[in-house]
């Protein structure tokens, strides 16, 4: 998984696994740019490949490190606000 992930420019940032429902969750970061759903498939077959379905029940998650909750909040207020400028903006040449 780590090599597939360095094959991509990726490293890989997260790993857990839950025993009692058999899900795997991976999160790798690119550091050069961002990590695409190409670099998430590419490790995403690697490590399937190491699993055989037939004799293992799991569930294989594989994603971006991705932005912080802080983060999250500042764009979505930033685009709440660029809407409701936007919205007025209307209003006033009606």
Known sequence: ??????????????????????????AIDKPSADV??????????????????????YSLTVSSV???AEEADEILRSAQNDSESAQNDNEETE
């Open 36 to 57: 695409d759903i190409a670099d998430c498939e590419y490790v995403h077959r690697a490590v399937l490949a190491t699993f055989d379905r037939n004799i293992e029940d």
């Open 1 to 26: 998984m780590e090599q597939a992930a360095a094959e991509r420019g990726c490293t890989v940032a997260e790993l857990d696994f839950n025993d009692d429902d058999n899900v795997f969750f991976v």
């Open 66 to 68: 991705g932005i912080s």
